[in-house]
């Protein structure tokens, strides 16, 4: 047998094939399969501004202007003004010195880490981080150190004993984790990246657009903008369309344009995105309601299912609902998608092994009356 039929075969056996899900339409958080109607929970639309009028115009009319495509990377032809108009607007945005635009999270991650980090330098990461971020570590060469999830008492025994060994020092962490929806201590984190001449970056793909005052992350809601050294997110969840981006001093964002292979050697985003993009950011600012009521409706949904005696984690619009065993997970999974409900079952070795899951990820696009059904559900099937 080869080694790829031999693969395959393995990971049917164990119950671990990946298959694709083509829907047939998607609208108003609610997602068509198979000709049955599902309301959504698994995808990261957090505001609903992939159907925002605003940004489908804006949209349209980038197309009609520039075209279809930016033709080239941002060093050759492909850089437009409208490039530089979402880094201005994206740097006002998040209160740093400059901003710079990528493709999108996975090649900012791992253009940005690999382009900073040398092997001679050490990279400290939350256990949990985004695959983008590990793959970025181990491009760079970089020695790498995970401390356990959230846990400042960890990263502080290893500073304590590895830093001193290596040239450049370097911390990552997420603002909002993807699976367990919760957040880590700031403010911590920037006081030992100070005690142990280190630098903060932080991923704040689920958080931006959702949390601070404006919008445009944790960074913001604790007050600690010029104490992070990178501050990466993305266009591509609250925000309703595509690409990243890294909220840097000017010094880093010319750093960044002079070594950094995913963004040197790859097409720019084209003029749709872009100004699709720039669109979304005018959204967050005038329309707070969205991620007022999404965190409202969050904290009601989390509170009721505790009410209800079951074990459920964070405090973001991410809600993970502790099930045990994966096969339980998938149960309740099919379960609830019988009740018209898609929410997909998380299981090792994504999470540990009797912490599988159902990852419900909310959107504007549930209503207080969907979320009271969704809880009567659930009550229902977790008897079976
Ligand atoms: C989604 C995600 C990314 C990748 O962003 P894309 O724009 O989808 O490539 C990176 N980091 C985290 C934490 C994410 O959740």
């Known amino acids: 047998m080869g080694r790829i039929e031999k693969f395959l075969l393995e990971r049917k056996n164990k119950n671990l094939f990946r298959t694709l899900h083509p829907a047939t339409s998607r609208s108003g958080g609610k997602i068509r399969l198979d000709g049955d109607e599902y309301l959504d929970f698994s995808s990261n639309d957090y505001l609903g501004l992939s159907e925002h009028p605003k940004l489908k115009e804006a949209s ?12 080239a990377s941002r060093l050759l032809s492909g850089d437009l003004e409208i490039h530089h108009q979402l880094e201005d607007k994206t ?23 690999s382009s900073l980090c040398k092997k001679t330098d050490v990279v400290f990461f939350d256990k949990l981080s985004h695959a983008s971020i590990i793959d970025g570590i181990m491009l760079s060469g970089a020695r790498l150190f ?30 909002v984790f993807s699976m367990d929806g919760d957040m880590p201590p700031l403010k911590n984190l920037v006081a030992l990246k100070e005690k142990y001449d280190s630098m ?3 991923d704040e793909a689920h958080a931006t657009g959702v949390f601070g005052k404006t ?24 925000l309703g369309s595509f690409g990243a981006y890294i909220a840097c001093s000017n010094e880093i964002k010319q750093y960044l344009i002079n070594t950094c292979r995913s963004f040197i050697y790859s097409t720019a985003l084209p003029p749709a995105v872009i100004a699709a993009n720039l669109a979304a950011l005018d ?35 991410i ?34 092994a009797g912490k599988s899951r159902l990852r419900f990820s909310l959107t504007y696009h549930h209503s207080k009356n969907d979320l009271e059904k969704l809880i009567n559900d659930i009550r229902q099937i977790s008897r079976l």
């Open 60 to 71: 349209i009319k980038a197309t009609e202007k520039f075209g279809t495509s930016s033709s």
């Open 91 to 113: 740097a006002e945005f998040k209160g740093t010195q400059s901003a710079l635009v990528f493709n999108s999270g996975y090649q900012a991650n791992t253009g940005i880490i």
């Open 146 to 175: 995970h401390f356990r999830h959230n846990d400042l008492d960890n990263l502080e025994h290893l500073l304590k004993r590895e830093r001193h060994n290596f040239d450049a020092s370097l911390i990552i962490t997420e603002t």
């Open 200 to 202: 903060l970056m932080v």
């Open 215 to 238: 919008g445009s992350g944790l960074v913001e809601a604790e007050g600690l903008t010029d104490c992070v050294d990178l501050i990466m997110g993305t266009f591509s969840k609250a």
């Open 283 to 317: 959204v967050v600012r005038n329309e707070p309601v969205r991620r007022h009521t999404l965190l409202e409706n969050a904290n009601y949904f989390r509170q009721e299912l505790r009410k209800l005696g079951f074990e459920v984690l964070g405090a973001s619009q």
């Open 319 to 352: 809600v993970p609902l502790i099930v045990g065993e994966s096969q339980r997970a998938v149960m309740l999974s099919e379960a609830l998608g019988k009740k018209g409900c898609r929410v997909l079952p998380i299981r090792p070795p994504t999470v540990p």
